[in-house]
Nanobody, 129 residues
Framework: QVQLVESGGGLVQDGGSLTLSCAAS????????LGWFRQAPGKEREFVGSITRSGSDTYYADSVKGRFTISRDNAKKMSYLQMNSLNSEDTAVYYCAAANVRTGTSSPYYFKANAYDYWGQGTQVTVSS
């Protein structure tokens, strides 16, 4: 069982920046693919981005590409979501998630929420215009 705790959410002005953190309870974070998702009111949870186990590769939704950066520090049991140039459409609850790697899968498999085994409780990000 892996527990994930997000932090760093809050209120930010349009065009501003924010960094979210995700703290994991496991010392073996390196065996999990990590993903970030978000859910706005009245909308389904959507993929923001993911990062491979070593951190060598990252993938992003088109809506955040070039503005958001995911990183991880396995030794510190942490993942980060750096968000720049925020706008009102980025307002949502943001979640980090961890996935066991499934045999025979490739990176796009982990763009889906149902690929993930563990979830944090989420942190609210509100962008004001």
């Amino acid at each position: 069982q892996v527990q994930l705790v997000e932090s760093g959410g809050g209120l930010v002005q349009d065009g501003g920046s924010l960094t979210l953190s995700c703290a994991a309870s496991t010392s073996f974070l390196n065996i999990y693919i990590l993903g970030w998702f978000r859910q706005a009111p009245g909308k389904e949870r959507e993929f923001v981005g993911s990062i491979t186990r070593s951190g060598s590769d990252t993938y992003y939704a088109d809506s955040v590409k070039g503005r958001f950066t995911i990183s991880r520090d396995n030794a510190k049991k942490m993942s980060y979501l750096q968000m720049n140039s925020l706008n009102s459409e980025d307002t949502a609850v943001y979640y980090c998630a961890a996935a066991n790697v499934r045999t025979g899968t490739s990176s796009p498999y982990y763009f889906k929420a149902n690929a993930y085994d563990y979830w944090g409780q989420g942190t609210q990000v509100t962008v004001s215009s």
